[in-house]
Structures are given as C-alpha cells and as structure tokens.
C-alpha cells in the first residue's frame, strides 16, 4: 500500500495562526436533517411498539434473523462463557485492567454528609447512586471490550443496582472479548440490539428492555443523535467527537515514539485529530521523517493517512510556556507532556482531558489499563467538563432540618427576600415559623 503524508506545520509567531489554528479544531458534530428525522422516526417506533420495534430494527439494520425478542437477549451464564472462550492472556489481561480501573475509581467515591449549627439546624448532602444505568457498547468488528470496563466499573462502585449493557451483533458476530469484559466488570443484563433504537429503548423502556437513569457509552452518528434527543428523559455522559491527542515535546523524545503515539489516535478514524507541538523545529522534522517512515508499517495506514493529513499538525512554538498555551487553547482529550521535568509543567495546564505525564507514558496506557478512565471531554470540552467517573453515576440531595430557633431565626431572612421578590405565600409560609415573642420584638 502506498501512502503519502503531507501534516499541516503551523507556527505560533505567524500573524494568522490563531485563524489557522481555529480552522484546524473546528469540527461539527450536529447531524444532518436526513439523520435527524430518521433518529426521530426510531425513536417514535420504540416508544409506541416496542419489542416489536427492536426486533424488526435489528432484522433490517444488523441482518440479524431473530424471531422475537428472546432470541436479543444474553443471560449471566452465556457472559460466563465467553470467558472460557477467550485466551489466558486475554482474560488475565481484562482481570489485570479491570482490578487496576476499579482501584482507581473507589477513591472517587462521594459520601454523604451533615453538620450542626449552634441552633440545632442541620444542613448536609445526601449522595444517592442511580437506580439503573444503561452501557451502550459498539458491536461487530469495531468492539472495544476495555469500554465496557471503563463505563461499566464506575457505575459499580458507585453503588448502581443494575448495569444494562445493549451491543449490537451485526450478521450473528458476537465479539467473546466484550461479552467477557461485561461478564467481569458486573454488568447485569445485556442485548443484543444497536442504534438508535437501542438508545431509545434504554430511554423509554419496553417490556423486555428495562428504563435507565443514565445513558453512557460511545457510538455512530445515529447513537449520538439519539442521545442528544432522550436527554432530559434520561442523563447522558457527553456526545463525543473524534479522538484526539496533543504532545507537547521538548524534543528530546525519541521521534518515533511520538511517530507511533500520534498514530496511537489517527488510527482511531479519519477525522480524529493528531498534534505535536515542540519549540524545536529541528525535532518537528525529524518527527515528519518518522511518520513518513512508520506510516507504511500500519495495518490501517489509510485511516492514519487521511487523519494525518486532514486535521494532524505540526506546531513550532516560541518557548515551552507558550506551548502551554496553546495546549490551554486546543483543550485536548489527551495531553502527552513528554518533556524532562513533567512535574515542573503541570501547574501551567488548566484545560484537558487526561494528562500523560513523561517520555515513558504513553496515551496507550491509558486507554486500557492505567486505571483512569478513558471517556474524555473531546472538541474543547475539556474547558468545563471531565472524564467519566464514579460522581457521573451518583447524585446529591440536599438535607435541611431547622430546629425550631432555627426556622425562627431564618424566616426573618426569607421574609425579606421573599417578599422582595412579591412572592407572598413564600413568606408567609416562613413567617408561620417566626416564635411569637419574636414577632411582637
């Protein structure tokens, strides 16, 4: 196969980088009208027929012959199976990362918590986790079985009753790999339907699929548009975009680490993203040498090849601050530091998904078996939002119990702000609590 790569070199000290740079990130997720109305036309099929609905779905969608609902159904013994049917390696592998990802996120755990005034007014949160959570997880040859780990471990330890994970098995393919990381990250019920209508099925329940709280995981473009429709009925963990990686580099890494670790996300598809930048042009040549060199070696070249060159960049800049800098601008899924003294540079980052700290660790490490979780804020998002976590799977309620010195000493104050605002029963209701001997001071 024969490839050619010609990444974007960018500099920080042009006049129009802040304009190239821009039009590099951009990227628009919203799907077309097409999509839309036939996400919405799902949807309303799911709502009103449910099982009926996702079988003939599956039938038309996957080219899966299932007469009826039963025949989309994987109970706990078949997920046991399948960890028969995987190599040691293999399961000793999913154990390994699933015990270091559980570690990891128990240390996220919320507890609930109160405290006492001098009055007797206590005031605290009640952490609560979700009822039931539903995993959707790519199917057929594009299976990612450490997704199951990352989004169905935190919803575990959170302390969520039921794990319902939906997969699609397009043509009967079962991948052994993700029903036996379901089988050891706990998850509870599985089908075997995809798309849009599994996302509308987890949303509004069937008589078969049980109704979630949450909706997590990744998927097509029909997914995520279902998702962005069933939030507000449901909780949802993000619409992500395309992969992304920004090194930054001092230039004394290795070139064909930082090579393979830019091909780590192009591989992903052809619109993820891969940047270097470096104060050292010298090094972002010999980094262009070793991508054109490796680019040959990869069995999905043409994926690389097209990400590379469509939204990959090379970016020079004046100084390691400034790269900084930029890193802050870009607000990356994954950040690679791969500089002498790591350490030194993290204060200086506000805005990232994960940040990978040194020459040695590379993003690799920690999209499957590192322990953090590999869900990430994509598309600048970073600049508000964060990796998935236990918290995503629990929420708060607020306590508040007045004693009766209490009440009356906080009725005064929202008296005079309720009324402020003309909502009289709001006072009036506060004011009943006023003690008497209060009222008449």
Known sequence: MTVSTAIARLNAADPDFA?????????????????NQRVLDIIKAVRERG?????????????????????????????????????????EALEKAANRVRMYHERQKQDSWQYTEADGTVLGQKVTPLDRAGLYVPGGKASYPSSVLMNAIPAKVAGVAEVVMVVPTPRGEVNELVLAAACIAGVDRV???????????????????????????????????AKRHVFGQVGIDMIAGPSEILVVCDGQTDPDWIAMDLFSQAEHDEDA????????????????????????????????EKSINGRGALIQVRDMQQAMDVANRIAPEHLELSVADPQAWLPHIRHAGAIF?????????????????HVLPTSGTARFSSPLGVYDFQKRSSIIFCSEQGASELGHTASVLARGESLTAHARSAEYRILTQEKGN
């Open 51 to 91: 099982d009926a609905a996702l079988v003939e779905f599956t039938q038309r969608f996957d080219g899966v012959d299932a007469k009826s609902i039963d025949d989309l159904i994987l109970n706990r013994e078949r997920l046991e199976l399948a960890l028969t049917r995987i190599t040691p390696a293999q399961r």
């Open 273 to 304: 993203q891969a940047i270097l930048v470096s104060p050292d042009a010298a090094f972002l040549d010999r980094v262009a040498a070793s991508i054109d060199k490796l680019m040959p070696t990869m069995e999905r070249a043409e994926i690389i």
């Open 357 to 373: 700290m040194g020459r040695h660790t590379s993003e690799a490490l920690g999209d499957y078996c590192a322990g953090p979780n």
């Open 19 to 35: 304009r190239h740079l821009d039009h590099l990130l951009s990227w628009e997720s919203v799907s077309d009208d097409a999509v």
């Open 191 to 225: 089908f075997t339907v995809g798309g849009a209508q599994a996302v509308a099925a987890l949303a509004y329940g069937t008589e078969s699929v049980p109704q979630v709280d949450k909706i997590v995981g990744p998927g097509n473009i029909y997914v995520a548009t």
